[in-house]
């Protein structure tokens, strides 16, 4: 795999043959190129290849938020970013709540969020 284009859905082998980092680069390259402004391009690309990741292991709750997203109306991209943020709020609540769940109850407090997520409360920036 030598590109990254978050409208297609990668082949997911050749997505999990990369190294993490390679992955990485390819999600920041296809920012760069598209001249998206980003606070922090590498940040951002983490969080989109550990989508990616997620989609591509075939994990169900997320493949079911992508179609789920897609259907009601948003981007492959804006979908990924969506995913995203519930990552994003799953391990900011992890980090500040210093919880000591086992992971189990982390794994389905990530899920509930990521089954909750709709296009519109991602438009309206809730959790």
Same mark, same amino acid.
Request: hydrophobic share 45%.
């Given at each position: 795999?030598? !590109? %990254?284009?978050?409208?297609?859905?990668?082949?997911?082998?050749? +997505?999990?043959?990369?190294?993490?980092?390679?992955?990485?680069?390819?999600?920041?390259?296809?920012?760069?190129?598209?001249?998206?402004?980003?606070?922090?391009? !590498?940040?951002? &690309?983490?969080?989109?290849?550990?989508?990616?990741?997620? #989609?591509? #292991?075939?994990?169900?709750?997320?493949?079911?938020?992508?179609?789920?997203?897609?259907?009601?109306?948003? !981007?492959?991209?804006? &979908? #990924?970013?969506?995913?995203?943020?519930?990552?994003?709020?799953?391990?900011?609540?992890?980090?500040?709540?210093?919880?000591?769940?086992?992971?189990?109850?982390?794994?389905?407090? %990530? %899920?509930?969020?990521?089954?909750?997520?709709?296009?519109?409360? +991602?438009?309206?920036?809730?959790?």
């Amino acid at each position: 795999m030598e !590109t %990254y284009n978050p409208e297609r859905v990668p082949e997911s082998e050749s +997505w999990l043959d990369l190294d993490e980092q390679e992955r990485i680069l390819l999600i920041e390259t296809w920012h760069r190129v598209a001249r998206i402004k980003l606070p922090n391009v !590498t940040a951002h &690309a983490a969080l989109h290849a550990i989508v990616e990741n997620q #989609i591509a #292991i075939d994990l169900e709750p997320v493949v079911r938020a992508m179609d789920r997203l897609r259907k009601e109306g948003l !981007t492959r991209h804006d &979908a #990924i970013h969506a995913i995203g943020s519930a990552v994003a709020e799953h391990l900011f609540g992890m980090l500040k709540a210093n919880q000591n769940d086992d992971a189990a109850v982390s794994q389905a407090r %990530y %899920y509930a969020a990521v089954e909750r997520l709709t296009a519109v409360s +991602w438009r309206r920036g809730e959790p």
